[in-house]
């Protein structure tokens, strides 16, 4: 069945190349597990809306037309071709809802995640990226897997105002004011699980960050960045893209 083109917003058509963008930058570095995880990204307009994937389409096939629009119950709410997993968006549903500052949601299985989420510590103090992710980092105990609604309130109660929250046996989800903001968060704190697993497996005793320079943090990172945050990476990220396949545009 063929659907007559949806005319699209250039806010909208932005955020559609952006997430697009996420999800195939997700294949590169890794962190995905076949079609299951998502990003969530919040439609301007204040109508409740959200990009998702189409589900089962693997993340280095997401095109910016190919991702579906939905209600904050995970129902299309526009004609597309494509499945929807409203399943897989109760996670993302619950925290859209509880945290209207955030513009996008990112939820991984990342193999180092999961196995830092599986834990008792969590995340220890013992890298450069470990402290970037602990100054707003928040833990949500395993429930099973996320398909009921009761769970909703726990997940944005533990969440809070932080930026990371690892989900205890499960993964890594990050959240941001826009996508960028989320998938630099999110980098940042897989490379402090793949740091933090490669140090154990030394067998060395591991050296801890004093609690004195984790206090600054947050205001060295301002500076490394030009107070950019994101925005210094992505145009280089979305640049690399487009050398290797600038399809996801389309």
Request: aromatic content about 6%; some cysteine.
């Amino acid at each position: 069945m063929r659907y007559a083109p949806v005319m699209i917003e250039p806010t909208e058509q932005s955020l559609r190349v952006d997430l697009a963008a996420c999800y195939r930058l997700i294949a590169h570095f890794g962190w995905d597990d076949l079609v299951f995880t998502h990003v969530s990204a919040r439609v301007p307009g204040g109508h409740h809306h959200f990009l998702i994937n189409p589900y089962g389409m693997l993340f280095d096939e997401i095109t910016a037309s190919s991702l579906v629009k939905v209600g904050e119950n995970g129902e299309k709410v526009d004609k597309s071709p494509h499945p929807v997993n409203p399943a897989g968006f109760v996670i993302h549903s619950a925290v859209h809802a509880g945290r209207p500052d955030v513009g996008c949601v990112l939820h991984v299985h990342a193999p180092v995640g999961v196995a830092v989420s599986a834990q008792k510590e969590g995340l220890l103090p013992i890298s450069q990226q470990a402290t970037i992710a602990l100054t707003s980092l928040a833990y949500h105990d395993y429930e099973g897997i996320a398909l009921r609604d009761d769970e909703k309130p726990r997940l944005v109660r533990d969440l809070g105002d932080r930026t990371c929250l690892i989900l205890r046996n499960h993964g890594l989800l990050t959240v941001g004011g826009t996508i960028a903001d989320a998938f630099l968060a999110m980098f940042t704190l897989v490379r402090a699980c793949e740091v933090q697993l490669l140090a154990q497996s030394g067998g060395a005793k591991l050296l801890t960050v004093d609690p004195g320079i984790l206090a600054g943090v947050r205001e060295n990172a301002r500076a490394v960045t030009k107070g950019l945050g994101s925005a210094i990476a992505w145009p280089a990220l979305l640049r690399r893209l487009d050398r290797i396949d600038a399809g996801y545009r389309s």
